[in-house]
């Protein structure tokens, strides 16, 4: 009787283990899942704001208002000369921004993302870029949740 009992609780246990990493692994894909549905909102909408800049680049300030994603213009030389996070901003202090991945990945294929962790606001950024007809980028940016910097997905 205690030798089936003993199997019993082998059974369950071992039940318990395999439920316990499909719970995890499950977390892991609706997270990759909702990554992937926020970034390709973010591409949408900065194709969006790239035909509004090709046509009136004053407008994207108004835009950057109606949306609610950070937009960047970056001159071909990497400057920030537009943001609408601080619309009254004089960039010319900032650091170049040619070596982000999004912006290298944007030059080559059209469209560049790149997710990064911030320490000074304890957080993570989606960011997407797309080249403008100005020869720069349009990058925007949103908040989004990811992994803890000491964990093994940290990138």
């Not at 439920?19 to 926020?38: C, D, M, P, Y």
């Not at 900065?46 to 960047?72: H, K």
């Not at 170049?96 to 290298?104: A, G, T, V, Y």
Request: a negative charge; hydrophobic letters at 35%; aromatic letters at 10%.
């Amino acid at each position: 009787m205690s030798m089936r009992k003993g199997r019993v609780l082998i059974y369950i246990l071992g039940g318990i283990c395999v439920w316990v990493l499909l719970v995890a692994w499950n977390q892991k894909s609706i997270k990759r899942f909702q990554l992937e549905t926020i970034r390709q909102g973010l591409v949408h909408h900065a194709r969006l704001v790239q035909v509004q800049f090709d046509l009136n680049p004053s407008a994207v300030g108004a835009i950057g208002e109606e949306i609610a994603y950070r937009i960047e213009i970056i001159s071909q030389e990497g400057q920030v000369v537009t943001d609408s996070l601080y619309p009254n901003e004089d960039f010319e202090r900032t650091e170049n921004q040619l070596d982000s991945k999004e912006l290298q990945e944007a030059s080559r294929e059209g469209v560049g993302t790149d997710l990064r962790y911030y320490s000074v606001t304890d957080g993570w950024f989606l960011y997407v870029a797309v080249p403008a007809s100005t020869g720069g980028f349009i990058r925007l940016s949103t908040p989004v949740s990811g992994p803890e910097p000491s964990s093994p997905e940290y990138p």
